[in-house]
């Protein structure tokens, strides 16, 4: 079935620092995939999503670009703040049949970014 | 900006109680889903509704968990029995008939099952 795996935390960086969280996927087809962003206490908010093979994807200076001859959307950012500090989750929705539209979670990423 | 309504945000029960969460979702989403996230996982499904029909609960524990959605606006889900094993943040998400692949969550609702 389909599945995302994505990269171990904690990533723990510097302030300005650059990120990159790989998130790699298996589905039948072309799904759609997203990133979510998690902050503490509350919960999981859309950061960015591609439709098609070679979309990138971007909100508040992250990125991700959906490679389907890798099978990859890895997220990246320049320079983090101490604000970004959250868990981030990679996820799809494949083309199953039917009614469903099923998103599909990696375990997620806990990013912590120090002063 | 429109959100998802969940109640209560935290819940604490003993186990072999019952527990109720509530879910209101984004006004016009014809499509609502409960998640259950386990600390240090990522979200799965528990049960999707379009309007106040089922079209997946197949992730549902049936003989604990049910699920009702009776005018396809608002949503309660059930668990009874609870169970040690229960206790999880429990996330609501609704998606409109224009973009249903993306999924607008609530806040969640944690529970601890003592």
């Known amino acids: 079935g389909d599945s995302v795996t994505q990269m171990e935390g904690p990533v723990t960086l510097s302030e300005e620092a650059f990120l990159t969280i790989n998130c790699t996927y298996t589905?039948?087809?072309?799904?759609?995939l997203f990133w979510y962003v998690q902050y503490p206490g509350e919960g999981l908010q859309l950061l960015l999503k591609?439709?098609?093979?070679?979309d990138k994807g971007s909100n508040k200076g992250f990125e991700a670009t959906y490679r389907k001859e890798t099978t990859s959307f890895h997220l990246e950012k320049g320079s983090v703040q101490v604000s970004d500090s959250a868990v981030y989750f990679c996820?799809?929705?494949?083309?199953?049949?039917?009614?469903?539209?099923?998103?599909?979670f990696g375990t997620g990423t806990l990013l912590a970014v120090q002063p | 900006e429109a959100e998802v309504a969940q109640s209560p945000r935290y819940k604490i029960t003993e186990k072999s109680q019952a527990v109720a969460f509530w879910c209101d979702p984004i006004?016009?989403?014809?499509?609502l889903y409960w998640y259950r996230q386990i600390l240090g996982q990522g979200p799965e499904l528990l049960v999707q509704?379009?309007?106040?029909?089922?079209?997946?609960d197949s992730q549902l524990p049936k003989d604990r968990f049910s699920a009702e959605r009776l005018k396809g606006v608002d949503s309660t889900l059930k668990i009874q029995p609870a169970e040690l094993g229960d206790s999880a943040m429990y996330l609501c998400?609704?998606?409109?008939?224009?973009?249903?692949?993306?999924?607008?969550f609530g806040e969640g609702s944690r529970l601890t099952v003592l």
């Open positions: 591609a439709t098609k093979a070679d």
């Open positions: 006004s016009g989403h014809a499509t």
């Open positions: 998400a609704s998606s409109s008939p224009l973009e249903v692949r993306e999924l607008f």
């Open positions: 589905a039948t087809g072309y799904p759609s």
């Open positions: 509704f379009q309007d106040e029909s089922v079209v997946d």
């Open positions: 996820a799809l929705v494949g083309l199953g049949g039917g009614a469903t539209n099923k998103l599909i």
